[in-house]
């Protein structure tokens, strides 16, 4: 999809946000209960001397629209939150999943839990929070595609970055691989109409994390938000305005998406505009993005579906009544 502002919105983060820190053990980790191994206490152990490198790597060599936290308490436990790229149906999203490292670890992979938040906005990324990827071992691939003790949790969050949160995620799911680089009617108009709900389905996530943001992420949740604001809702009145381009084509933006936009749009402004009010804290922004949110929230989708439904079924009745 096509998308609005340019480069400067990498550089729109909170600069005291660290892109790696060692943080408190965050209370609501998918994984936080899970038995910690003995191996990871051991200092000696390659599990320990394996994470510790890790780390050093994750410290290092980051992308910018990557952030990720481990625990001191907790080696085995990780949070990360992707950036979702320009040009793509996530752009300026916060996407974010907990892993948990096994007790074999680096023989095994990483379990990885996305915050879907009940939504199904990815074919890789299920409603319940499973990320299907051939570097988890969660979907079959090449051999060369599957994890072995020399892959990272670097390798998985870039994979996730580049292959899950794409600007066509269409072709994530199996079987449509084949149509990725035609440039027929058929597959645009596809690739068009999923790339409208999942544009949805992200402001949606956006509303949800600013609702209820991960622990130790709070400030940096309210911040991103705060300073791309203007920019999310620039981008979702230009799709109103204006065709989607997919490849070298441009397809004129569906009704039913036009209209959930508008709808979403004045549900973001004046959710951007809680959190914009000054003189408050973070935690007051927080609550007030949940009383916001709360009257409002699900009727942004099916008012469009609906009505279509009842103008289909009205319709043979008013073309019978025309012919009489």
């Known amino acids: 999809m096509a998308s609005g502002s340019g480069s400067e919105e990498n550089q729109a983060t909170n600069e005291e946000f660290k892109h790696f820190d060692i943080v408190q053990e965050a209370s609501d980790h998918r994984y936080r209960n899970s038995e910690q191994s003995k191996s990871f206490s051991k200092v000696n152990s390659f599990a320990h001397r394996t994470i510790m490198r890790e780390w050093r790597s994750l410290e290092k060599d980051l992308p910018e629209s990557i952030y990720v936290q481990v625990y001191e308490t907790r080696i085995d436990l990780l949070r990360a939150v992707i950036i979702g790229a320009e040009g793509s149906p996530y752009h300026n999203g916060l996407f974010f999943f907990d892993i948990c490292l096994p007790s074999d670890y680096p023989f095994r992979p990483p379990k990885v839990y996305y915050h879907s938040h009940g939504l199904d906005l990815n074919p890789n990324l299920y409603a319940d929070g499973t990320v299907c990827l051939s570097l988890l071992n969660t979907w079959y691939g090449a051999k060369t ?107 004129k933006a569906s009704i039913t998406f036009k209209w959930n936009l508008r709808r979403m749009h004045s549900k973001l402004k004046r959710v951007f505009d809680t959190i914009s009010k000054p003189n408050i804290n973070n935690s007051e922004k927080i609550e007030n993005v949940k009383k916001e949110m709360k009257p409002h929230m699900f009727k942004i989708d099916f008012i469009v579906p609906a009505f279509l439904v009842l103008l289909a079924c009205a319709l043979p009745f008013w073309v019978m009544f025309m012919l009489s």
């Open 145 to 251: 595609e599957k994890w072995t003790q020399n892959s990272t949790i670097l390798q998985v969050l870039v994979s996730i970055q580049a292959l899950v949160l794409n600007d066509r995620p269409y072709f994530n799911e199996p079987g449509r691989e084949r149509g990725k680089n035609r440039n027929c009617p058929k597959w645009i108009k596809n690739v068009v109409t999923y790339n409208e709900k999942v544009f949805i389905l992200s402001c949606k996530t956006m509303l949800y994390t600013m609702q209820n943001p991960p622990k130790n992420f709070e400030i940096f949740v309210i911040e991103h938000f705060c300073k791309r604001a203007d920019s999310i809702l620039a981008n979702v009145m230009a799709y109103q305005d204006f065709f989607l381009v997919v490849g070298a084509s441009e397809i």
